[in-house]
């Protein structure tokens, strides 16, 4: 019986031994692989900074095209179709479009060349710049990136901001090295349009309609958010109050409160926000946590009472969300000034 007891203690032993090894294999692995697309990426500016300045001199001159022909074609003989002609050209377009290496080399870790490509096809900057952030700062495949591109998120962006915004945040930001904040992390807006709410809905609604769809709706959110719990209770004074939704980010390393508002913003939802962050600072948040964030979900709110509160940077972020209604007609609203 002693033996048996001892022999399945060696194979529980054994199993967690090989979680754990295996464990820093995948991790070993993981920095593996970003590395090399960091140096990747890295070498590829380099090469088209290179052709670009000392054989192009900065132009596309015919001589320089059949220079770079001949060039790709031994570079692809010595080293594979990953320098072929038009790969070469990519290369140059890049740093033509992203000069500065201090900018690019954060960016790099979190791009594919494949990504990069996908962009380098957009002659917007501001445009290639929006995507540009979002890939990098939410880890886009490939096909959620041309997913993104197709249906216009950009675009939809700039209607559901009077056709006057601009990326939260820009490439400069990513370079700055301070890590996840909440102007890279939040973003407005929201598209909400696969909860199938209909154009009447009340906050219980659209509450119930996110926990049913929550994995979507964290994935729209932005990469690192997970789901805390729901109607979190609140006494204050004894009082009771209920936050909607609590979320945790990752990278922020804090508490992120959700208040859900069928309505345009009004001044009284910074007050109740405010009341809920610092409750949550002095019950629930943990010694090694950052001071906890707000989220303002919204279906409208003005310009110029988001400024005067604060609610376009700071701890506390206001964003509009966008059901199928309204997505439809900020479609329309987009199609109108393309027509303009």
């Known amino acids: 019986m002693s033996d048996q007891k001892a022999h399945q203690g060696t194979e529980i032993g054994s199993d967690t031994l090989l979680g754990d090894v295996s464990e820093l294999i ?23 900074k290179r052709v670009r300045e000392e054989v192009l001199g900065g132009e596309r001159a015919a001589y320089g095209q059949e220079v770079i022909k001949r060039l790709a074609a031994e570079l692809t003989a010595r080293y594979g179709r990953g320098y072929a002609w038009r790969n070469l050209m990519r290369m140059v377009k890049l740093t033509e479009l992203y000069p500065d290496p201090e900018i690019l080399s954060p960016v790099a870790t979190k791009l594919t ?8 096809a957009i002659s917007d900057q501001q445009k290639r710049d929006f995507y540009l952030v979002a890939c990098a700062r939410d880890g886009w495949t490939k096909r959620v990136l041309r997913e993104r591109i197709d249906s216009k998120l950009f675009e939809r962006t700039l209607a559901a901001n009077g056709a006057s915004g601009s990326p939260s ?11 996840a904040q909440p102007g890279i992390v939040f973003r407005d807006p929201y598209v909400l349009d696969f909860l199938d709410l209909p154009a009447e809905h009340s906050e219980l609604e659209l509450e119930t309609a996110i926990l ?55 001044p009284a939802d910074y007050g109740q926000m405010m009341l809920y962050l610092r409750w949550l600072d002095r019950h629930e948040r943990l010694p090694a946590e950052a001071p906890p964030v707000g989220l303002i979900l919204c279906t409208e709110k003005g310009s110029e009472q988001v400024k005067l509160l604060g609610l376009d ?28």
């Not at 060349?113 to 962009?119: A, G, K, V």
């Not at 945040?169 to 890590?179: F, H, K, R, T, Y």
């Not at 958010?225 to 979320?247: M, S």
Request: aromatic share 8%.
């Open 313 to 340: 940077s700071g701890e506390i972020r206001a964003a509009q969300y966008l059901t199928h209604d309204v997505r439809v007609r900020l479609q329309h609203r987009l199609d109108a000034l393309t027509v303009e």
């Open 26 to 48: 995948e991790q070993a692995r993981r920095r593996s692989a970003k590395a090399v697309n960091s140096e990747l990426v890295t070498l590829y500016w380099s090469i088209g």
């Open 113 to 120: 060349w494949t990504n990069i490509t996908e962009l380098l």
């Open 169 to 179: 945040v820009d490439p400069e930001q990513l370079a700055s090295g301070s890590g």
């Open 212 to 266: 049913g769809e929550v994995q979507r709706f964290l994935l729209e959110l932005g990469a690192g958010f997970t789901f805390v719990g729901r109607q979190k209770r609140i006494v204050v004074d004894g009082e009771d109050y209920h936050l909607d939704l609590l979320l945790f980010h990752r990278e922020m390393q804090c508490l992120v409160a959700v208040e859900l508002k069928t309505r345009k913003l009004q």
